[in-house]
């Protein structure tokens, strides 16, 4: 029993123990909410949790009441081993032996828990003071304790170049004034630390160049002289306290070393990322701050985050339904063992789920930087390429010795190894060092030799990379390639001379020795997404081809690229703003491939594509194409509109140059972005849409009784033409043609309606 529970939730621990099988617990909403207030360990986490995802919108529901209290009911189930198997999970210095998930009803929340012990005085689980702030003793000094160990122990985790400096830092004076240096004119380099933070949209000092257009007067003059701390804002101040108490007297903050009006020197320093974070001695990071303005520790609740000691009084254990099952004796270790019940995930909960995570600068910087120090609304994290840990866990968290948990982040830190440094500072490769998984620990493998990761886990990676940082917000969208810019010189340097950056083989998001899979990419909506209110679409002005997946503002994914490719690509070329950042802003590119082309395509009522419509060639198609097109089932991913809910828009350039069919350069002319719904597109004869056709695979059990052929499935390209004459039969030969959607087949369509289907080259913008 324990004191920290409710009534109910003691119930968990007593009698029967029930396990894979659905139990009652809370009836009601109020007797749920009561008991959270009242500080039932159980309850009281699975309100906050709850909390969590109403305010990031995963569980809005405007049909919702919340005094329904017959929706509003909770139950519970235990996943542990049968008293046959006794299994028991090792992580480490913690021992797991099974999972507790609450389920709350009606709102999509399973909220997990695990059970665990600790056997080893290397795992120390610290009752943390929920009153001590951000510097107090007790807290700097678990941090310092994790930065001295880290410095002492882990000799990948320290600076890629140690002799690097940033264009400019901040030198802390003291805690009440600090001032900008140019580092130019240091004669020797600095340890620092970086700061992540949210800009948010609170007005913050910046550094400031003149700019007599705009009327605006500099500011760097005054910020060499004196900064005083006071006049910055709340997470400056606390970042600067934190770097000062930790020992650093430099640190790195974008909107003070950056000058924010001067486009030439946004630009050379936004391509330098990768060097700023890989060669930091610390990344701070602001989890809890959306603004600028938000301290950390707003809500330090460590009642739900320190683990609960349990003390069960289980009398047998059985398998299933209660009503027809029958008990038996518990395993034997569930008598002498002392369990302990920590919430499931406690590092997405209060880091990848914080308001700085979902900023897409900082997944580069998450990625490039060697330590991190997590300031969240309730607690200190530390986090390295051999440690995960935080001050409820300061030797480390139970989750961070689960491989499978581990692997991909592991995976990330294998890329950011010593001399994979940037070409800027002639760092050479040294492809050995590419890191593996040490299988004992999932952990990266502390010494060489290091296992090179292949061809698919790279795509994979870079795959994942693109998913996570889709999701991801931008205070400005043309940000999109250069956010990502660190990230993709990294990939260049490790991917070897085909991925060159200088050779034009990074274009704008795709790599060109990929560039047939990296087409094959589609709006996402599924799992969290499907609950949120999300608009996908194409911002004004003008940032990517509509062929690459920055174009659009919003979540997306790789298609299964399992099928085949049946297109060639006859030329691609990306133009970027300055040349000298092949990584950087976007002003036009074009793509020339040859495939299989179908269309005009009419849309009419009917039963795929999109509720109450599907689509249908024109009478000039071969009547077995259309035949075979119009009975088949397809699967359209629309690029644009609320996914989610199914509503859909197409937008497009319209007014586009009369070069562009040659250059593909977009910015800087008279071309405008218009959209049109898609149940509205009928009346638009100026829009026609086609269908380009890219992959192809055998249908898998498919043995028709043909004499000749074979089924297939196809994936393709939506594509839409914006043409002058609206009349006009067929393709308008002059005219370029701009991505709309991906399809995919939803059964098989015999191989020799394919082949009917005539070839094209054709550019796409």
């Known amino acids: 029993m324990s004191t ?8 968990i621990f007593t009698g029967l123990l029930v396990i894979n099988w659905r139990m009652p617990h809370h009836q009601s909403v109020a007797s749920f909410r009561r008991s959270a207030e009242e500080g039932c360990y159980i309850c009281r986490s699975v309100s906050v949790k709850l909390q969590d995802m109403v305010s990031h919108g995963e569980d809005k529901d405007e049909d919702e009441d919340e005094d329904d209290d017959y929706d509003y009911y909770t139950e519970f189930t235990w996943d542990l081993p049968m008293p046959t198997a006794e299994r028991r999970l090792v992580c480490g210095p913690y021992t797991e032996h099974g999972d507790l998930s609450i389920r709350f009803m009606k709102s999509h929340l399973i909220i997990f828990f695990r059970l665990i012990s600790t056997a080893s005085p290397d795992a120390p689980i610290r009752s943390v003071d929920p009153r001590a702030g951000l ?28 002799a690097f400096n940033p ?6 004076h003291d805690e009440s004034s600090v001032q900008l240096i ?28 003149d700019d007599l257009d705009k009327g605006t007067r ?38 003070l070393c950056i000058m924010q009006n001067s486009r030439d020197d946004w630009a050379k320093e936004s391509a330098m990322m990768q060097d700023v974070y890989a060669n930091s001695s610390l990344n701070l990071c602001a989890s809890a701050a959306a603004d600028s303005s938000e301290a950390s520790f707003q809500r330090r609740d460590l009642g739900v985050y320190v683990p609960l000691n349990i003390e069960p009084r289980w009398t047998g254990i059985l398998d299933g339904d209660p009503k027809k099952g029958k008990p038996g004796p518990l395993p034997s270790y569930l008598h002498w063992i002392k369990p302990k019940l920590v919430i499931n995930n406690l590092h997405g909960m209060e880091i990848d789920n ?20 997590f300031m969240t609304n309730h607690q200190l994290w530390w986090e390295c390429r051999d440690t995960l840990a935080s001050e409820a866990f300061p030797a480390g968290d139970p989750e961070s010795f689960d491989e499978e948990c581990e692997e991909d982040r592991v995976q990330y830190y294998a890329l950011n190894t010593p001399g994979q440094h940037s070409p800027h500072h002639g760092a050479v490769l040294d ?64 991917r070897g001379p085909g991925f060159s950056l200088d050779g034009n083989s990074y274009l704008a998001g795709i790599w060109r020795p990929q560039l047939r899979r990296g087409l094959c990419w589609k709006s996402y909506s599924g799992g969290f997404y499907n609950y949120m209110q999300i608009r996908w679409h194409r911002p004004d002005p003008y940032r990517a081809p509509s062929w690459s997946w920055a174009s659009v503002e919003g979540p997306v994914t790789a298609a299964p690229s399992r099928a085949r490719p049946i297109f060639s690509v006859v030329d691609a070329k990306v133009l970027h703003e300055d040349e000298r950042y092949k990584a950087g802003t976007v002003k036009g590119s074009i793509l020339h491939l040859r495939s299989r082309l179908l269309g005009p395509l009419s849309i009419r009522d009917g039963k795929s594509s999109y509720p109450g419509l599907t689509i249908s060639p024109s009478q000039q198609v071969d009547s077995r194409v259309r035949e075979a097109i119009d009975a088949a089932e397809w699967k359209i991913s629309w690029d644009e509109g609320y996914v989610n809910l199914k509503k859909y828009f197409i937008s497009y350039l319209d007014k586009l140059p009369h070069t562009v069919h040659q250059d593909g350069i977009i910015k800087g002319t008279d071309a405008v972005r218009k959209m049109v719904r898609l149940e509205d597109l009928a009346e638009e004869p100026r829009i026609r849409l086609f269908m380009v056709f890219i992959t192809r695979s055998d249908a898998l059990y498919s043995y028709s009784v043909r004499s000749t052929g074979y089924d297939e499935y196809v994936d393709g390209l939506m594509l839409c033409q914006v043409v002058n004459t609206p009349g006009l039969e067929g393709v308008d030969e002059g005219v370029v043609f701009q991505r709309v959607g991906y399809f995919e087949k939803g059964g098989p369509i015999h191989s020799e309606v394919l082949d009917l289907i005539p070839e094209r080259t054709i550019a796409i913008i």
């Open 431 to 494: 492809g050995s060092l590419v890191g593996q998984t040490d299988r004992a620990r999932g952990r990266l493998a502390r010494h060489p030799p290091y296992k090179q990761l292949s061809e698919d886990k790279m795509t994979y990676l870079w795959n994942c990379l693109v998913k996570h940082y889709s999701w991801c917000d931008l205070t400005y969208p043309h940000d999109k390639l250069p956010a990502l810019s660190g990230l993709a010189q990294m990939f260049s340097v490790i």
């Open 354 to 373: 914080s308001p700085l995570n979902l900023r897409a600068w900082v997944v580069q910087e998450r990625i490039l930087s060697r330590r991190h120090l």
């Open 182 to 209: 140019e580092t130019k004119k240091e004669v020797k380099s600095h340890a620092y630390v970086a700061f992540s933070h949210c800009w948010g949209k609170s007005e913050a000092l910046k550094l400031l160049q």
């Open 167 to 172: 264009t400019r830092l901040i030198y802390i």
């Open 218 to 255: 500099g500011n760097i003059e005054e910020l060499r002289s004196l900064i005083q701390v006071q006049s910055l804002p709340t997470s400056y101040r606390e970042a600067i306290s934190v770097s000062l108490a930790l020992g650093f007297r430099h640190i790195w903050i974008d909107s």
């Open 135 to 162: 510097t107090d003793q007790a807290v700097m000094e678990t941090a310092r304790s994790w930065l001295k160990k880290c410095r002492q122990n882990h000799e990948l985790c320290g600076p890629v170049d140690p």
């Open 4 to 11: 920290r529970l409710c009534a109910v939730c003691n119930g």
